[in-house]
């Protein structure tokens, strides 16, 4: 918390004000990202992405880069936590294979749904890690372009030869 505290230039007894516990604070942290990502799923068009729009995903994860991590990449490795990423999760599958439903045959339908799902955010954290902010809106064409042509090959690999 003392690291927490100094890294927002706050004592610690104003972080301790808030939240009890480091786990307190997590959960904060964790329940305030997965308000943003519903927020915006449910407020932006989907643009290509399947029912996720891999703008809004990105826009949040450029709000908040660690959270972003932390909610994707450690709270669903972590047994405390993990209910809060797995309820979102749940979410965004469900809106993912509506999305696919008749896209995709019906036997890789839920395949394809926790495909895109996993494509999508791993194309996010690794552009946070790797990529050229000013070259965000480049990121989300190719991501949905990816999209688009993964749909089409496993469509297409499902119809006889």
């Known amino acids: 918390m003392a690291d927490v505290a100094s890294a927002s230039g706050v004592t610690p ?3 301790y004000r808030h939240f009890d516990s480091k786990e307190e604070l997590y959960r904060a942290v964790l329940a305030s990202v997965a308000a943003q990502l519903r927020d915006r799923l449910a407020n932006w068009p989907d643009a290509d992405g399947y029912g ?4 809004a995903l990105l826009g949040v994860a450029r709000e908040n880069p660690d959270g972003f991590h932390i909610f994707w ?3 669903t490795r972590e047994p405390q936590f993990a209910s809060e990423a797995e309820a979102l999760r749940v979410e965004a599958l469900h809106t993912a294979r509506t999305a ?15 495909a895109v ?3 999508l955010v791993e194309a996010i954290l690794a552009w946070l890690d790797h990529g050229d902010p000013s070259r965000d809106q480049q990121l989300v064409v190719a991501i949905n372009r990816s999209l688009r042509a993964g749909v089409r090959g496993w469509s297409d690999a499902t119809r006889p030869t």
């Not at 996720?52 to 703008?55: R, V």
Request: charged letters at 15%; zero cysteines; a negative charge.
């Open 73 to 75: 990449r450690h709270a």
């Open 100 to 114: 696919l439903d008749g896209l995709v045959a019906p036997e890789l339908l839920e395949w394809a749904a926790h």
């Open 117 to 119: 799902l996993g494509y």
């Open 13 to 15: 007894l104003i972080v």
């Open 52 to 55: 996720l729009n891999a703008g």
